[in-house]
């Protein structure tokens, strides 16, 4: 599939078209967010608020908390243990902003 | 020889006390049995808000001591995080906004310059807040600080006055004569002083049981909750008029209708972590925390303002609020005691009554007249004559 | 949602444990953060040539999964992809993410598992820098190559594997150097130290994933040390693992682009000029410590055992704990391999069972039996002194344990 994919004998998985910030990606259902991102050489996940630096996968396992972003409207998901759906919508987190939450009163 | 005063209870009451005797010469030695503000002032929020106080000796009090902040950094050469931001008083019912417009009135009164916005001013000047907002009050005056910082400068100051801090270092007994302290005994040592006074907060009756004598002070739990670091998108700080009909409340004991005592106050730290409490509950010493209460304080702050409901609480914690019967601090001598003092129970008004606690505090120690009348705070109001009955 | 026992985390201990109770007649529900069951048995892929023949591939993903399916044969509420936020009462654990808001057991196990030591070195926050722990599960159970050029800092017997690993699958790994001794990320990193380790980890117990790495066995280990210290280069399956080299900084403008090396004596003294390597991923090992958050939230004492990987939750033998009701398995308890803690998961569950009044398997004194059993068949140690720090809990739930549980049930 690409340079970042390894030789698999895992059964056939199912290919998906997500998108990480409006962009088009490919991935497999089912396999965490940041895989797919990763095997499309996506390291840079979100920004830190503070200073503006990027950030990406650490732990790997949930526990760091570097890897979050808005997936789907929901912010703050950790997207190394959120698997992947077909049209999943990936966003990075610049810095919290109230753009979307400020007017919807719901 | 200078006039030797010990004050139990480094939190912002004790080291306030501690760096104005200090500052009047005296010598200060200041204990506490874990650390600077290790108790309630290291487990509240940050306002110092003059419009949540009720009106009458608290209110004159409060605002004494609103001035002393204006220029507390300079005195204490240290950032306090100060920031006269405003604040309001956010109202949700046609109740509540009958409620807060006699409070607004009788502060007015007071010489406040509180005054009562409507919905869409209140949106104005708090963009997050939810359309529910009828109406709200709006204090420019209003400020804000980090209560650790407060006690930390006070503390740092008083020492480099020449005040002796005596860390983890609990107070076991007091050291008498006849009906005179004059001293604590610590575990390993004897402190003699002319004064001692008691700045423990809501651990004040349990040192005061040692002299058989009562304190109606009761603590009262309060749970926060941290949010993860924002953007600035809080304005100063924000209550609930519910909040304040929750600290007004004095039936102890009897929340039958909201047990947990749920009421917004909300602020943001320089980091960009909001502060969001709160509930009042009469649970003894226990400090857990409730996930019950953190439920319902994100209910309650995701009603004032909807965006919140996509933010995340990265932790949350509890502090025990001095809670009186009559909703004011306790500040003088202890009855039929010579040598003894105490300063506490400002339940949720600590921080902005803690410098001027302290002036009058160390005036009242040394003997001096502190130049407010200090009565309606005596500890000999409450109901029953309190005496000592000597061992 | 109401069940006799609450486990908290899916991997080999927690699964084992409901496996347990599950077939003994308790009702049970396993939660667990990651989308799918296992824990760290996900990323397991490695060749134990101590094993039975036809058992030589221990293959982690297909263990946890085949735990996995016997749990939930047996009725076992798995949750996962849903976060504990909260245990409170006896007990009572809120849920995010999962279809019932809270779930309350009579008794609740804690295997949380352990948690990847941070080694803050400058620059560790650009992307391109994971834990060695991450590089494991993207490489073996994701198949995706966390870099182009990989550099590892942190030699030890779990950085040695995934090192294999990656580079069994293709990815280039030019090299393994240590962490610097610096006050953030502590002392003990030298290369004498680390070599003391790793000898220690291969001679107490011959380690038999270690001599797969290459050349290392028994009886060459001594001498491999003192040329690797000395000619500071020993290559093993291609990789040179550079024990007389520190990484000091990893560098980049926005993601990593490179790392700079540093000389060191053996008792690991800079020296010499700083040499600049060009990577495009950084793998950060520097040990497992047990994960006791929740264990200190539920009440349980804490014991400072560095032998066992550092602070663990007061324990007794057969997994209790002095909080009525509450246990604990797996690496929560010491840093151990899989076999080790899928026994120890076993052994919490019959205690468990045990306070039902209820029979279990086997008896604990058998299930205790296993877990040393298992120890001493485990291809992979990572504490050398594991069983003294067993033994050391021993002592202090002797002294200490009775005593705590009598404090605990006046309250």
Not at chain 3, 178 to 192: K, V
Request: charged share 20%.
């Amino acid at each position: 599939m690409n340079a970042y994919r390894l030789d698999s004998s895992e059964k056939k998985r199912e290919p998906i078209e997500f998108y990480f910030n409006n962009k088009k990606l490919s991935g497999y259902d089912g396999e965490p967010i940041a895989v797919s991102l990763l095997a499309n050489g996506i390291q840079t996940i979100r920004t830190c608020e503070v200073t503006g630096e990027g950030r990406g996968v650490f732990c790997g396992i949930g526990h760091c908390y570097e890897c979050r972003a808005e997936v789907d409207g929901v912010a703050n998901v950790r997207t190394c243990l959120t698997p992947n759906h077909q049209g999943t919508k990936v966003i990075s987190p610049r810095s919290f902003t109230i753009r979307e939450t400020l007017n919807d009163d719901s | 020889m200078s006039y030797k005063v010990i004050v139990v209870g480094g939190g912002l009451i004790g080291s306030s006390t501690a760096y104005y005797l200090a500052k009047f010469g005296a010598e200060v030695t200041l204990v506490d049995a874990k650390d600077i503000a290790s108790g309630t002032s290291g487990a509240c929020d940050r306002a110092i808000m003059l419009q949540s106080k009720k009106p009458g000796p608290t209110l004159d009090l409060a605002i004494q001591s609103a001035s002393v902040y204006e220029t507390l950094e300079e005195e204490l050469e240290a950032d306090l995080e100060y920031n006269k931001a405003g604040g309001m008083i956010v109202i949700e019912t046609e109740e509540e906004l009958k409620a807060m417009e006699e409070m607004v009135e009788r502060q007015q009164k007071a010489g406040i310059g509180v005054r009562l916005i409507s919905g869409e001013e209140a949106r104005e000047r708090q963009p997050a807040l939810s359309k529910n907002i009828i109406a709200s009050t709006w204090w420019d005056q209003d400020a804000e600080c980090n209560p650790l910082h407060v006690s930390f400068a006070y503390a740092n100051a008083a020492r480099r006055l020449g005040a002796e801090l005596k860390l983890r270092s609990p107070v076991t007994g007091f050291l008498r004569e006849k009906d005179r302290i004059v001293g604590v005994q610590l575990n390993n040592e004897k402190v003699y002083a002319d004064a001692v006074v008691l700045a423990m907060g809501v651990w004040t009756p349990l040192l005061l049981e040692q002299l058989d004598i009562e304190l109606p002070i009761t603590p009262r739990r309060g749970q926060i909750l941290v949010t993860e670091q924002l953007d600035k998108v809080m304005h100063g700080n924000v209550l609930s008029a519910a909040y304040i009909a929750n600290k007004l409340r004095r039936n102890q004991g009897k929340q039958a209708e909201d047990p947990y005592g749920i009421g917004l106050a909300i602020g943001q730290t320089h980091s960009g972590q909001l502060l969001i409490g709160g509930s009042r509950q009469f649970a003894g010493y226990e400090t857990d925390t409730d996930p019950e209460v953190t439920r319902k304080i994100a209910e309650v702050a995701v009603r004032a303002f909807p965006m919140l409901a996509n933010v995340r609480i990265i932790r949350t914690f509890t502090g025990l609020r001095p809670y009186t019967p009559d909703g004011m601090p306790v500040l003088g001598p202890v009855p039929g005691m010579e040598g003894i003092f105490v300063a506490a129970g400002h339940e949720g008004d600590g921080i902005a009554l803690a410098p001027i606690s302290g002036k009058v505090m160390a005036n009242v120690a040394c003997g001096e007249d502190p130049g407010i009348d200090i009565r309606p705070f005596s500890m000999d109001r409450f109901q029953e004559p309190v005496t000592p009955k000597g061992k | 949602m109401i069940v006799d026992v609450v486990i908290i985390g899916a991997g080999p201990s927690g699964l084992s444990a409901a496996i347990e109770v599950a077939q003994h007649g308790l009702t049970a529900a396993v939660i667990d953060e990651y989308y799918r069951p296992g824990g760290r048995l996900l990323g397991q892929h490695y060749e134990d040539p101590n094993a039975p023949p036809d058992d030589k591939v221990w293959d982690g993903k297909k263990v946890a999964d085949e735990l996995a399916r016997k749990a939930e044969d047996l009725g076992v509420h798995l949750f996962t992809n849903v976060t504990a936020w909260s245990v409170s009462g006896k007990w009572k654990v809120e849920l995010t993410g999962a279809s019932v808001k809270s779930v309350e057991a009579k008794a609740m196990l804690l295997a949380t598992g352990s948690i990847e030591k941070a080694l803050p070195l400058p620059g560790w926050t650009l992307p391109g820098t994971i834990s060695i722990g991450a590089a494991q599960t993207f490489t073996n159970l994701h198949h995706i190559a966390v870099g182009k050029k990989v550099m590892i800092v942190g030699v030890d017997p779990l950085s040695l594997s995934v090192m294999m690993e990656m580079k069994n699958t293709g990815i280039d790994v030019v090299g393994m150097v240590l962490p610097p001794d610096t006050p953030a990320i502590g002392h003990g990193h030298s290369p004498a130290r680390t070599l003391e380790r790793l000898s220690d980890v291969a001679g107490l117990a011959p380690n038999p994933l270690l001599r797969t790495v290459g050349k290392f066995s028994l009886t060459r280990f001594p001498r491999l040390v003192a040329h690797a210290l000395r000619f500071n280069f020993l290559k093993v399956n291609g990789v040179p693992l550079q024990l007389r080299k520190v990484a000091t900084e990893i560098e980049g403008n926005g993601k990593v682009e490179g790392i700079t090396l540093q000389s060191v004596t053996i008792d690991g003294k800079i020296t010499g000029e700083p040499e600049h390597v060009e990577v495009d991923t950084v793998c950060l090992s520097a040990g497992l410590y047990p994960m006791v958050d929740l264990a200190q939230t539920a009440g349980c004492p804490m014991v400072d055992v560095p032998e066992l990987g550092g602070t663990v939750p007061l324990h007794g033998p057969d997994m209790s704990t002095p909080v009525e009701g509450l246990y604990v398995a797996g690496n929560i308890t010491g840093i151990e391999g899989a076999k080790v803690t899928i026994a120890q998961g076993q052994l919490a569950g019959i205690s468990m069972l045990a306070s039902f009044g209820k029979s279990g398997s086997l008896s604990v004194q058998e299930a205790k039996e296993n877990v040393n059993k298992a120890r001493d068949i485990s291809p992979l140690r990572f504490m050398p002194d594991i069983e003294k720090g067993r033994l050391k809990m021993e002592e202090i739930w002797k002294e200490e344990g009775v005593y705590e549980r009598r404090n605990h049930l006046q309250v």
